[in-house]
Structures are given as C-alpha cells and as structure tokens.
C-alpha cells in the first residue's frame, strides 16, 4: 500500500481510537499531528494517547518536545515526513491524525519555507499586547494590511505571531503566504479522512473527557509544570489557566471545570468550521458509527 493516511478532525471526537483500529487493520503505525501533543509534561491536559495505546500501536511525535522549545508549523511538517520515511522503510504504513489545521494544511499545501519561532520575540511581543494591544494592532496595519484585516485586535495569539514572524524572517504574513510553498514529500499520496460529527454530541463527549482529565491528575500534572518554573499562562493551553486559578484559589473546582468545557467548545467549533471547508477523500459522519465500521469503510474506499 502506496497510500499515508491522515485522519483530522475535532477535539474528543475519537480520532486516536480510529487510528488505532486502522493501524492494526493495515499494518500501520501513528504519527501525532498535534500543536500541544507533541510536549512532554502534560500528556492529560493535551489528551495524548494512553500508555495502553502507546503500547498497542507504535506512536511517534507525541511527547517529545520541552515545553520551553518552540515549533512552527513548517518545521512540523518535516519532522512528519522524517517519520514517514522512516514508517516505510518499516514496511509499515504511515497514519497521521490529530486535530490541529494548520499542520495538515502545510503537509497537503505546504508553508513558507522561512517560518521560524523565535521565544524571545513572542514573549516581548505578548509583554507589548498586555500593556497596549491597539500599538501592536497599528503596527500590523502598516506592515501587513490586508492581514490586518483578517485578524481581530483580541485574538492575540493571531496578531504576536504575525509580529514575530515578521521580526523574524523580515516578510509579512502576506507576503509569506504568497512566496513558493513547500509541501510534504508525500503530498499527492495523502488519503485523507475527516471525522466528523455533530455538535451536541461532540459536546457531550467534550464534557465526559473534561470530567475524566480531572478525575485522572490534571490538577496534578499543572501544579507539576507550575513546580517546574513554567509560566502557564505563556502556555495558552485550554485547562491549564483555570486549573492555575484553581490552585492559588481565584475560583472553584466546579467553576474551573465550567470553564475548561466552555473553552473546549469554543475550540471545537474553530475547528468544525475550518475542517468543514476542506476537501477530503473520505468525510465519517462518527455519530452513530463505531471505529471498526469506520475503518472498514476507509478500507473499501481505498
């Protein structure tokens, strides 16, 4: 089999079972496509796979990384194509899931060749929005106009991350979106399978996994991180802020949990309406069908 797999979709919708399931069908092994589950130190707050997962399927890309070392999107693109090189001089075949976008995107489409991260800007950078977030928003309009109209002056992440890469590489976003683009070394072998499901049940199980990372040491794996010395709120992770406020008892465990799931949710529709505008090979409606049913189908198709 020629083909890699890469199967996308929301948070909790059931991504890493399906991998699983396929990867024992068709002699596979997993490559984590995922912004937060690459770190190490926080395998609860990101939902990485169990050790029993690990352990059923080999897993790569998962847990590797200090939270202190930066990744672009670019330079996860190529530690994945490393990895699919090395899965099929296995003989093995190479399947790519999680949830994060913009990974896929610069697999399938590529990315600017000079997308760098660089911690030390985005920190002055995130200092600079704190103070006066309207200077950092001006500062775009007259480097990046047509970006700036793109992103809004409270979606911090978006505009220091627009900043810095133009610190860093002395290109616009806009331009860099435009230059030649460098895509996987398997782009035009990609089957791609979107997991898609519905809102009300995906809230559901939003809430069964908040429940079961609270039940199972996340409380415990932040006051780790905390002990550690890192900053969680540079983190900027879904669980982490409310579990901090939860510590130094700015608010209630309940209160913190509300939170988490209502974050989550927001976080899911995101990537409902950036998945819904892509195209795939297959789309699984997962609300009433189990993994097996669904890697039959995969199978069929391909």
Not at 32 to 38: E, L, M, T, Y
Request: proline residues 3%.
């Amino acid at each position: 089999m020629d083909k890699v797999f890469a199967i996308s979709g929301p948070t909790s919708s059931g991504k890493t079972n399906l991998a699983i399931k396929l990867a024992q069908n068709i002699d596979g092994e997993v490559i984590g496509v995922d912004s937060r589950q690459i770190y190490k130190s926080i395998p609860i707050g990101t939902a990485q796979p169990s050790k029993k997962e690990l352990d059923a399927i080999p897993h790569h890309l998962i847990g590797i990384k200090d939270l202190n070392e930066p990744i672009s999107a670019g330079e996860y693109a190529k530690l994945v194509d490393e990895k699919i090189y090395e899965i099929i001089d296995r003989k093995k075949v190479p399947i790519l899931c999680g949830g994060t976008g913009l990974y896929f995107k610069a697999l399938f489409e590529g990315i600017f060749s000079e997308s760098k991260t660089d911690l030390d800007v985005r920190k002055r950078l995130e200092k600079e929005y704190d103070i006066d977030k309207e200077v950092l928003y001006k500062k775009l309009e007259s480097i990046d106009p047509n970006y700036a109209l793109k992103v809004h002056i409270n979606n911090k992440k978006r505009l220091i991350r627009a900043l810095e890469l133009y610190e860093t590489t002395g290109k616009n976003m806009s331009d860099n979106f435009s230059s030649e683009n460098e895509k996987s070394d398997f782009h035009d072998r990609f089957f791609t399978v979107y997991l898609k499901m519905s809102r009300p049940i995906l809230q559901k199980r939003i809430v069964k996994r908040t429940n079961y990372m609270l039940e199972n040491g996340l409380i415990e794996e932040v006051k780790n991180i905390i002990d550690k010395g890192y900053d969680v709120s540079q983190l900027d992770y879904i669980g982490f802020d409310e579990i901090a406020s939860y510590l130094i008892a700015n608010m209630s465990l309940q209160e913190a949990c509300e939170k988490i799931i209502i974050r989550t949710r927001q976080y899911a529709k995101r990537q409902l309406k950036w998945f819904d505008a892509q195209e795939f090979n297959i789309v699984i409606d997962a609300d009433n069908i189990n993994s097996d049913d669904m890697v039959d189908k995969i199978t069929q198709i391909c």
